[in-house]
């Protein structure tokens, strides 16, 4: 299953429509990023971007975003309801599809390390992606806000950043990311104005205080619609769910003669939330989740046979389209892929036979080892087009003066390394999928020989088809170029191993 994360940025920016449009161009300028959703709210002068895909291309997106931001939003000018250290504030990773926390882990590290070194905006690691237990909890990293946590870190070593400063950016802050399960942002607004009634049913509710476990909450003024909210974060909904924290508030607000008169829901939930909500408000007897029709049938799709015509079909149109991507580079990836599917299938089922009971911890081995191979290749897929596009790119930058055409060289050599340094990976994974597979045969199942076999083909020509497509790209290259002479050398010992 190809793996999916989830990345929730919060950036100090409620207010002007325009700004957030052009820090969210900045992140989904990155290919294979999809945004779900954004919120803004003038009061809280805070956005919220909900962002999706493969871990690494939303990993680049969120940095880019956090770059943006840094570039447009001055916090020494910032002023709103919410709690804020940074023009991006905090920047969580939330395991999806395939995914899990660990994985979110790496790639908030990876984020805060690229964070510094391209922007020089410092970096604070909360939650699952904490370096130090008491920055875990948010509310601890951020106590102070800009103008405190700008002070504190010149006197106070332990507030200092986790990577860069120690100093924070002297318009942006610093960022917060972290690793983290699913948090719902969930806010429900009074019938009265009284800051303070907010922020007492708030003390009520939250965790920290002796109120409902995984709840935390604070009391806002919305001056927009003349009321109080109660903004909370549930943490883990599946301990404290929407229902039981609404009831709490409307109880809490009922004890000070006030009224809980609606909620809202901030970003994306997941559909056991909802559900859940609704079945405990209407205290519907022996629910299931597996009553919700779109459940039902989404259960019932995902134990049908596959059809793979309909699967494939997209991919292939594509190969067929009279475009130049995807082309022979993204069709060797792509058989190197299936080549390690094949493989990872073979060596799973052949644990399943008892007479190989002996061979078992070795083809759990091969299992993984095609699985990463697997995931390599997938990835080359895009990276393939990624590159042509960045060669095409280069070439049509202006070079009228000296310094014009020295940066478009310096582009165009980058995009030309790219477009052959992928596909010599990609020969390089097929190899290995051929050397594993050759191993494989000598402990599977021997029913499933055609299998190999099959398997072997298609990673001799993914080999084949990559390394074409880097003799095609080094072409490209000066005669003299030191990276076309490397490129070449290594390609020429790959083609001739055994």
């Not at 909370?232 to 109880?251: G, I, K, Q, W, Y």
């Not at 596909?423 to 191993?439: D, I, S």
């Amino acid at each position: 299953m190809q793996k999916l994360i989830e990345c929730v940025p919060n950036f100090s920016e409620g207010r002007d429509s325009a700004r957030l449009d052009t820090i969210i161009a900045a992140m989904v300028a990155v290919p294979g990023v999809y945004v779900l959703d954004r919120e803004m709210d003038a009061d809280h002068h805070r956005a919220v971007v909900t962002l999706a895909g493969a871990p690494e291309p939303v990993a680049e997106a969120a940095v880019r975003g956090v770059g943006k931001a840094a570039e447009l939003i001055d916090l020494r000018r910032h002023h709103g309801g919410h709690p804020r250290l940074g023009a991006a504030d905090v920047v969580p990773f939330v395991p999806l599809a395939g995914a899990t926390l660990a994985d979110c882990v790496e790639w908030a590290h990876w984020a805060g390390e690229e964070i510094w070194r391209r922007f020089r905006v410092p970096v604070y690691f909360y939650e699952a992606a904490c370096r130090r237990e008491e920055r875990r909890n948010l509310e601890n990293v951020r106590r102070g806000q800009f103008e405190g946590v700008r002070e504190a870190v010149r006197a106070d070593p332990s507030r200092r950043p986790d990577i860069g400063g120690p100093e924070l950016h002297p318009t942006a802050g610093a960022t917060i990311v972290g690793a983290r399960k699913f948090l719902i942002a969930y806010n429900v607004n009074l019938d009265t104005a009284d800051l303070a009634v907010a922020k007492e049913i708030a003390r009520a509710v939250r965790a920290s205080s002796g109120g409902l476990p995984a709840v935390k909450a604070m009391g806002v003024e919305l001056r927009a619609k003349h009321c109080a909210q109660v903004s909370m974060n549930l943490t883990d909904f599946e301990t404290t769910s929407m229902a039981t924290a609404f009831l709490a508030v409307a109880e809490e607000a009922a004890r000070r003669g006030v009224h809980a008169v609606e909620s809202e829901l901030i970003g994306l939930a997941p559909a056991a939330a909802l559900t859940g909500s609704a079945a405990q408000m209407l205290k519907l007897a022996a629910f299931d989740p597996d009553m919700v029709l779109e459940n039902r049938l989404a259960r019932v799709m995902a134990q049908a046979p596959a059809r793979l015509e309909g699967q494939l079909r997209p991919f292939v149109a594509a190969l067929a389209a009279p475009t130049a991507v995807p082309g022979g580079g993204s069709a060797a990836a792509a058989a190197g892929a299936m080549a390690a599917a094949l493989g990872a299938m073979v060596a799973r089922l052949s644990q399943k036979k008892k007479s190989l009971a002996a061979h078992v911890p070795r083809l759990e081995e091969l299992a993984k080892e095609f699985a990463r191979l697997q995931e390599e290749c997938l990835r080359s897929t895009d990276r393939d087009a990624e590159a042509y596009a960045a060669v095409v790119a280069a070439r049509r930058m202006p070079g009228e003066d000296a310094a014009a055409i020295a940066v478009r060289d310096a582009a165009l050599e980058a995009a030309l390394r790219m477009a052959a340094e992928t596909p010599l990976a990609v020969a390089v994974y097929c190899r290995q999928a051929a050397g594993r597979l050759a191993e494989l045969a000598t402990v599977a199942n021997p029913a499933m020989s055609s299998d190999i076999e099959t398997a072997q083909a298609l990673a001799r020509a993914g080999l084949a088809g990559a390394a074409a497509n880097v003799r095609i790209n080094l072409e490209a290259m000066p005669a003299d170029s030191p990276l076309r002479r490397r490129l070449t050398a290594e390609l020429a010992n790959l083609e001739s191993r055994d």
